[in-house]
């Protein structure tokens, strides 16, 4: 069906059919939680979902965890829950979150201990089994078993290392971990639409494993679609939504309302938000969502069901109110999705910048002295990167720059320049290139940011697992007393 | 005959990029039905990669939604290796879809004048319609 086709006339739902609404918690470890406040007190949900967990995310967890082995996840679980727990017990709303990362056990307790200083009681529930590093770490797996996803290399080439590794798991351990009762419920990786598709599996009654009937894969490839538009928090409500001129239209950003989703047991979804909050949910700023980070939308692979989007049908009723409909579903196949990181050298960067008359041939100047130190000290390094922010940051190429004369004839130039190398001296070295530069380089410096900033770089390893060496670890562990 | 003109694709359409590995996608979507017809005939994967090719060559995988009018790509090997050894201060290419948009497709003013007038699909409230790009060009 093709969009110009959309008449807006109000949709009515068969009443007897039964109804789950559900709620985007966080989009990544750092959001804001008062939209989720605004969602449990005015949205009428009876679930929070929230993703914690971008693909980069368990990389710092590691740092956490070496530091601190009690660490390891997501830290603000904790004072997100001490927010929103008195509002979720008040309402009977549950809470399913992957703040666990890397260590969800560490999670739980840390949130225990919080509430038991309140003198709060929750039922939480812990699921565990997607750390696969041992099984990429290990020599006598076979050569041809988790080779890179994308160009084929085999896993001994960053073996030694590697920091993390994490298998997607699927809805089922959370749907489990609903079905035995938990309030909350704390994981580590897993699919972060399956934050989502677990609540509606146990609430509908969906069925979910070894599903083979077209209606049963429909069902869930709805749901998945569902928690796609909701695992990205204000990304679908309005947020970040890339335009020219349109993004004005949308209302009152600094109050946002994450989306809400009232899903029917046949799968049907209508994607709301709370009423008074900002942001819009429309037919653009809802497929804006959709299609982010999907790849092939024809084959957007869970663990749980493989969707085709090609016969969505987002019908856009008005009033922040988006009916979801025509999602397709396959059985998924026998392997699960593997993110692993390994070490990959470190960068250090300093940005640094000049002002009118010529700034632009004294930032060329500038950066020819740095070469020069670079090669006189024998620095080791891969590579020197340089970028012109408010120039060409951004863009890259496709900003061309003015010719010369209108760049000498600018306000100001900034220029940072990012050193890529495998030695970790190197870097701490790198800022000590800059400072004399300040008395003995052109003139009109407006001076140095970043001079200590230096950090380790990690390569992203993409890979496939058979499920039959993650699903039987996966374990689903109650903690806590009734509250 | 109408006249032909080299339209940027900011005027017609809007579009989001992310990140997965090494690859950068985009979504890009026209903003009614007749905005859909030009950027599914102009937007092939081969522009797109001819475009970003002068900064990040890689193949470029595409995708056509008419049922959201609405373009998928792929850009391989956009990100240096992947987010986290990325030097570019958009390091996740969060910022690309930006660059998308500065691709420039050639229409016919009978047909730039269809897309810009037909009015936007989703419901914008009590604000007036307002393609993007009106007063460009």
């Keep these: 069906m093709i969009g110009a086709t959309y008449p807006v006339v109000p949709i009515h739902f068969p009443t007897f059919m039964k109804s789950i609404r559900i709620g985007a918690g966080l989009g990544f470890y750092g959001d804001n939680w008062e939209p989720v406040a605004a969602s449990i007190e005015y949205g009428h949900v009876q679930f929070i979902a929230s993703d914690h967990l971008a693909e980069l995310t368990l990389a710092i967890l590691q740092k956490d965890r070496q530091r601190d082995p009690s660490l390891g996840y997501a830290r603000d679980v904790v004072p997100m829950l001490l927010r929103l727990w008195p509002l979720m017990r008040e309402r009977g709303v549950r809470f399913v979150c992957n703040a666990g990362g890397l260590n969800p056990m560490g999670a739980a307790q840390a949130v225990l201990a919080a509430f038991a200083a309140k003198g709060w009681q929750a039922r939480i529930a812990v699921v565990t089994g997607d750390d696969v590093l041992p099984r990429l770490q290990d020599v006598s797996t076979p050569a041809d078993e988790l080779a890179h996803l994308f160009t084929g290399e085999a896993v001994s080439q960053v073996r030694e290392r590697l920091v993390f590794g994490n298998a997607y798991l699927g809805a089922a351990p959370i749907v489990q971990a609903l079905d035995a009762g938990a309030d909350i419920v704390i994981t580590g990786r897993v699919a972060d639409a399956a934050l989502f598709l677990g609540p509606l599996v146990h609430g509908l009654g969906w069925t979910l494993g070894g599903a083979t009937e077209p209606q049963d894969l429909n069902r869930l490839a709805q749901g998945l679609t569902v928690g796609h538009l909701l695992e990205c928090s204000g990304q679908g409500s309005g947020g970040n939504f890339g335009s020219q001129g349109a993004w004005k239209d949308i209302p009152d950003l600094a ?105 632009w041939d004294k930032s060329q100047a500038a950066i020819a002295t740095i070469r020069t130190q670079l090669a006189d000290r024998r620095i080791p390094h891969d590579e020197l990167f340089v970028e012109y922010p408010g120039l060409n940051s951004a863009h890259g190429a496709l900003a061309p720059l003015p010719d010369a ?70 374990q689903v562990d109650l903690l806590g007393g009734a509250p | ?124 409230g009590d604000v007036p319609p307002s393609p993007p790009g009106r007063g460009q060009g």
């Design chain 1, 255 to 359: 109050h946002i309302g994450y989306p809400i989703a009232e899903v029917w047991e046949d799968g049907t979804a209508l994607i709301t938000k709370a009423p008074g909050t900002g942001g819009r949910i429309n037919f653009d700023t809802v497929r804006q969502q959709l299609l982010y980070e999907v790849h092939n939308p024809h084959a957007y692979h869970s663990p749980d069901v493989v969707l085709d989007m090609g016969g969505i049908v987002l019908h856009d009723e008005g009033h922040d109110r988006v009916r979801l409909t025509g999602a397709r579903g396959q059985a998924p196949g026998p392997m699960l999705k593997v993110v692993a990181g390994y070490r990959d050298g470190y960068k250090a960067e300093v940005t640094w910048g000049f002002s009118w008359p010529d700034a």
């Design chain 2, 1 to 124: 005959m109408s006249q032909t003109l080299r339209v940027p694709l900011v005027r017609i359409a809007h579009a989001r990029s992310g990140d997965k590995a090494d690859w950068v996608d985009f979504g890009l979507f026209a903003w009614n039905l007749a905005g859909y017809r030009l950027i599914e005939r102009e937007v092939t994967a081969e522009r797109v990669r001819a475009h970003f090719a002068p900064w990040l060559p890689g193949e470029v995988d595409a995708w056509a939604l008419p049922n959201i009018l609405a373009l998928k790509f792929v850009l391989r090997g956009a990100l240096q290796g992947g987010g986290a050894r990325n030097l570019r201060l958009d390091n996740l290419g969060k910022a690309m879809a930006g660059a998308l948009l500065r691709l420039e497709i050639v229409v016919t003013e009978a047909e730039l004048a269809e897309a810009l007038e037909a009015p936007r699909v989703g419901w914008w």
């Design chain 1, 405 to 474: 004369g209108a760049l000498n004839a600018m306000n100001e130039i900034w220029t940072r320049l990012v050193l890529r190398t495998p030695s970790k001296a190197a870097t701490d070295g790198f800022g000590r290139l800059f400072p004399w530069l300040a008395l003995s380089g052109p003139a009109y410096t407006c001076g140095f940011n970043g001079l200590h900033n230096t950090s380790e770089l990690l390569g992203i390893w993409p890979t496939l697992i058979p499920r039959v060496r993650v699903e039987p670890n996966i």
